[in-house]
Nanobody, 116 residues
């Protein structure tokens, strides 16, 4: 079965950096629209960033200028480089693969906690 497994979450100081990774099995990331979602405590899941099959990227306003989504096609891995993190970035981060209209595959999530 398809598996998306996130790693790299943890505790980070406000203003610091963190890089999340997502490894996929039995799917090819480059064949899907891929992205990162996050869910803060008590809030709904929100889209943070996406990368299209051809490499075009989009970001939520809160992430623009601070986060970078990328993909390594040889390793079949998805990344989210987070810099200048804020307390508002705290939450569970999920990688996902699908189309522009629908997520087909979800990872299990990894916790990111920003301290101040």
């Amino acid at each position: 079965q398809v598996q998306l497994v996130e790693s790299g979450g943890g505790l980070v100081q406000a203003g610091g950096s963190l890089k999340l990774s997502c490894a996929a099995s039995r799917i090819v990331f480059a064949a899907y629209v891929s992205g990162w979602y996050r869910q803060a405590p008590g809030k709904q899941r929100e889209l943070v960033a996406t990368i299209a099959t051809y490499g075009s990227t989009n970001y939520a306003d809160s992430a623009k200028g601070r986060f970078t989504i990328s993909r390594d096609n040889d390793k079949n891995e998805l990344y989210l480089q987070m810099t200048g993190v804020k307390s508002e970035d705290t939450g569970v981060y999920f990688c996902a693969a699908g189309t522009h209209d629908e997520v087909i595959h979800w990872g299990q999530g990894t916790q990111v906690t920003v301290s101040s």
